[in-house]
């Protein structure tokens, strides 16, 4: 998570110390409320704390772009302009940082083939991949009751990232997955990854397991092909 200001990032560190104070933030939102920019020293007043304590506030507020600051010439035309703090107009960029889930994924599926028989193993990757896949299409079409269609399906896979196309067979709708996202879990268990993804894609259309063929692999054919009966 970072703010973009003038081409630079500033850290998720940055940011959580500057609103992580109630005060802070509260004067951050005074100042980005007030008609004109202003002083340290008002800020102060209104908050109840000395100007530089101010000061220390609305700078951090500064550095993380949101405020900027300017020069108020005194009412006579005489003195030293006194600095001010008003809304930088700046936009906040909010990036996350990738998760690590590849590594947690292949943790799992190694301590599932070490602990359980293949046969065992296998049989609980489909499982939790079906109720992955169902999960999937409640959200989808708004109930998990009946299929849903494989043109549906077929566009969040591909949004999915597995780069999938489906057709019509003589024996039913036909997956065609050009992309493993799994791919490199897959090399290490792929006993255990392509069960996983049967069983997503039995959940996700609303077949039973028995009506799923794969014909095609990713690690033999350089794809996955499934046939799911009508």
Known sequence: MSVRNDGTKRSLETLGDVFGDPTRSSMLKYVLDADEPVSAAEVGEVFGVHRTVARGHLEKLVATGLL??????PVTGYGRPAKTYLASGERLEVMLPPRRYESLARLLFHILDSLLPT??????AQA???EYGVNVRQELQGTSEGRLTPEAACAWLAQE??????????????????????REIAAEHPEIACAFSRGMLCGLVGAAAEDLT???????DGFCRHVIKR
């Open 68 to 73: 900027k600051t300017g020069k108020r010439t």
């Open 119 to 124: 046969d065992m193993a296998v049989h609980h």
């Open 128 to 130: 939790a991949g079906y």
């Open 161 to 182: 990232g597995y780069a999938a196309h489906c057709e019509k067979g003589a024996d039913g709708a036909v997956f065609v997955f050009e992309n493993c996202v799994y």
């Open 214 to 220: 794969q014909t095609n692999d990713m690690v033999r």
